[in-house]
């Protein structure tokens, strides 16, 4: 369903890009999350894309404080892909990302990390060296 891929390791300053590639699903009518995780903390939500075309463009996107400027997010509807293009990147970025999407007939406005997200990639793992 969801198949992220493009992670791998880089030095601080670097740049990665990840791919989250959806099948099986209206990809239309979800959002994108991007969530990552290290060992022994709890999941973090990162970034947020609307793959919906009706919503305006301001209100399309959403980045949690610590990537704002650093991290986008976009997509190509017609291949069902979204990319999280990471720059700028620093050791405490390092985790395992994954992709997930949520209908977006549950959002309700404010933080998109907060909803139960119906299906989930496997992780790809990023790793920033000092």
């Known amino acids: 369903q969801l198949q992220a891929s493009g992670g791998g390791l880089v030095q601080a300053g670097g740049s990665l890009r990840l791919s989250c590639a959806a099948s099986?699903?209206?990809?239309?009518?979800?959002?994108i999350g991007w969530f990552r995780q290290v060992p022994g903390k709890e999941r973090e939500g990162v970034s947020w894309i609307s793959m919906s075309n009706s919503r305006m463009s301001n209100d399309r996107t959403y980045y949690t404080d610590s990537v704002k400027g650093r991290f986008t997010t976009s997509s190509d509807n017609a291949k069902k892909l979204v990319y999280l293009q990471m720059n700028g990147l620093k050791p405490e970025d390092t985790a395992v990302y994954y992709c997930?999407?949520?209908?977006?007939?549950?959002?309700?406005?404010?933080?998109?990390?907060?909803?139960?997200?119906?299906?989930w990639g496997q992780g790809t793992l990023v790793t920033v060296s000092s």
């Open positions: 099986g699903f209206t990809f239309d009518d979800h959002g």
């Open positions: 997930s999407a949520v209908g977006l007939w549950k959002i309700r406005g404010g933080d998109p990390f907060r909803y139960e997200y119906d299906y």
